[in-house]
């Protein structure tokens, strides 16, 4: 009797939540795969933040550069309420001046 209620119990409990799971609509996931691979945009987002914004340390002028950017396409794409939103960080960095020094292999 024990061990009928526990395999009862058991079922129940993996049988009841694929009742509550919602329909999952195939065609919509095929139109966002052909989305992804047909017309995907990736590459030339990535170019654009690396190649022409470059390196983007939070709270410089190239991440305010990259942040409007991305409100800007936002924007383009259809998607309402774009906004950036402010926080306080602190002190922000920019790079001045950089140093390389080779210190291995060592020529004489």
Not at 7 to 23: F, H, K, N, R, Y
Not at 43 to 51: A, R, S
Not at 68 to 93: P, Y
Request: aromatic share 10%.
């Amino acid at each position: 009797m024990k061990r009928a209620l526990i395999t009862l119990t058991t079922i129940s409990a993996l049988v009841i939540p694929l009742g509550a799971q919602e329909p999952v609509d195939l065609t919509m996931i095929e139109r966002i795969k052909d989305e992804g691979i047909e017309r995907s945009e990736v590459m030339e987002h990535f170019n654009y933040l690396t190649n022409v914004i470059g390196p983007r340390l939070s709270a410089t002028p190239a991440y305010k550069r990259a942040a409007d950017w991305g409100v800007i396409k936002f924007e383009e794409w259809g998607l309402e309420n774009a906004h950036l939103e402010s926080w306080d960080f602190g002190r922000g960095w920019t790079l001045e001046g950089l140093t390389l020094e080779m210190r291995s292999p060592r020529y004489f």
